[in-house]
């Protein structure tokens, strides 16, 4: 094992995905250093009122903590299935995936990953993101998911969402995400 996994830190290679959303964190310490700011500046608070406001403080945090995470969450509405089905559009060959859908405000996940994650002489590891948040164009992603050449079941899926499609799924979670951002706002 060496110091960099066998790459060099300098050269430009593939990109890895981080592990979590960094928005989460990014809120959650945020919102920890005005606490600790607060508890720094609380002995200066006389007798009893510094408990009220201390407790006044943490709460309105608390809360402020809650409402920007769950702005910036993708996991508003989620669902998982265990599938086979084609993995490339005029092929007969099946394969064993997990299909993971994840709605949030400002758009949806598609997550494809196979069982096991090599099957097909190839890696079957995706998650698209397809937003439709007020500066995107969701036919606009959807296209460009076609042009990609996405797998079926992404797709499939990401279809269901379109403008066009029977469904109207698309003007239900869009009008719904916007007006829930709007109200968290």
Same mark, same amino acid.
């Given at each position: 094992?060496?110091?960099?996994n066998?790459?060099?830190?300098?050269?430009?290679?593939?990109?890895?995905?981080?592990?979590?959303?960094?928005?989460?964190?990014?809120?959650?310490?945020?919102?920890?250093?005005?606490?600790?700011?607060?508890?720094?500046?609380?002995?200066?608070?006389?007798?009893?009122?510094?408990?009220?406001?201390?407790?006044?403080?943490?709460?309105?945090?608390?809360?402020g903590?809650?409402?920007?995470?769950i702005?910036?969450?993708?996991?508003?509405?989620?669902?998982?299935?265990?599938? /086979?089905?084609?993995?490339?559009?005029?092929s007969?060959?099946?394969?064993?995936?997990?299909?993971?859908?994840?709605?949030?405000?400002?758009?949806? /996940?598609?997550?494809?990953?196979?069982?096991?994650?090599?099957?097909v002489?190839?890696?079957?590891?995706?998650?698209?993101?397809?937003?439709?948040?007020?500066?995107?164009?969701?036919?606009?992603?959807?296209?460009?998911?076609?042009?990609?050449?996405?797998?079926?079941?992404i797709?499939?899926?990401?279809?269901?969402?379109?403008?066009?499609?029977?469904?109207?799924m698309?003007?239900?979670?869009?009008?719904?995400?916007?007006?829930?951002?709007?109200?968290?706002?």
């Amino acid at each position: 094992m060496t110091l960099w996994n066998g790459s060099f830190p300098f050269y430009p290679g593939a990109n890895a995905s981080f592990p979590f959303d960094t928005t989460q964190a990014l809120v959650v310490s945020i919102f920890l250093s005005m606490l600790a700011t607060f508890i720094i500046i609380l002995p200066g608070i006389r007798g009893r009122r510094r408990l009220f406001w201390f407790l006044r403080v943490a709460m309105g945090l608390f809360v402020g903590a809650v409402v920007l995470t769950i702005q910036f969450t993708r996991d508003w509405e989620t669902g998982w299935v265990t599938a /086979n089905t084609s993995y490339k559009s005029f092929s007969r060959a099946l394969v064993s995936v997990d299909i993971g859908l994840h709605i949030g405000l400002a758009g949806l /996940n598609v997550t494809l990953v196979g069982n096991p994650v090599n099957q097909v002489n190839e890696t079957i590891n995706y998650n698209e993101h397809f937003a439709w948040s007020f500066d995107a164009d969701y036919d606009r992603s959807y296209g460009g998911g076609l042009e990609k050449g996405l797998p079926s079941p992404i797709l499939y899926v990401a279809e269901k969402f379109t403008t066009q499609s029977p469904c109207s799924m698309h003007r239900r979670y869009r009008i719904s995400g916007h007006y829930a951002s709007l109200t968290l706002w």
